[in-house]
């Protein structure tokens, strides 16, 4: 059973055993759920991914999420005066993931490699709405886990040299630059051993 499937159970069907089961008190009718959420429609449900990230001025934000006509995530803006969504971008393919540096000044967004979710990573221009590569490889994921101060170094996890260990790496945003900053004995996913 996959993890999404154990989730919609636990969310949804061990409430209604335990409301059908053990929360009675002395009646012998049993409720029946009247309304019920199938998968399909639970798939559906607006939930961004990741975090919603505040643009410059503060009137808009943006974020990662599927409509319900929507084949794969895209970026969209949230003007939060009118509530409304608009694509920002849309890169033809999932988008995993949205940062923004500790500067406050650049945005990184993470685009699924061939519908495989070994994403890479891509500098997102918001004057053009245009992403740049930045690092990872094909058949591999990498994500930014965290920025320096100034905003100049990005942390990246990425397991393109050992497809069983994540390595951290710094990359050096204005030069482009990469550093290996772990051995690869242990694992980082996420920043973490």
């Not at 808009?60 to 319900?68: D, G, N, Q, R, V």
Request: proline share 5%.
């Amino acid at each position: 059973m996959s993890r999404t499937r154990k989730l919609f159970c636990g969310i949804f069907i061990l409430p209604l055993l335990a409301a059908n089961l053990g929360c009675q008190s002395g009646s012998k009718e049993v409720s029946t759920p009247t309304d019920v959420v199938t998968f399909a429609e639970y798939q559906k449900i607006l939930t961004p991914r990741g975090s919603i990230t505040p643009l410059p001025g503060g009137k808009e934000s943006l974020l990662i999420l599927s409509l319900p006509q929507d084949k794969y995530p895209k970026l969209y803006t949230l003007n939060h005066e009118t509530k409304e969504f608009t694509v920002r971008y849309d890169a033809g393919r999932a988008i995993g993931g949205l940062m923004r540096d500790r500067a406050e000044r650049n945005y990184y967004i993470s685009l699924d490699n061939n519908g495989d979710e070994n994403y890479q990573i891509y500098a997102f221009d918001l004057n053009t709405n245009q992403p740049k590569k930045l690092f990872g490889y094909d058949g591999f994921k990498s994500y930014i886990f965290e920025f320096s101060y100034e905003g100049e170094t990005a942390f990246i996890a990425s397991n393109h040299e050992n497809k069983a260990a994540f390595k951290v790496y710094s990359l050096h945003l204005p030069s482009g630059k990469i550093e290996t900053l772990t051995d690869g004995k242990i694992t980082f996913y996420g920043g973490l051993a």
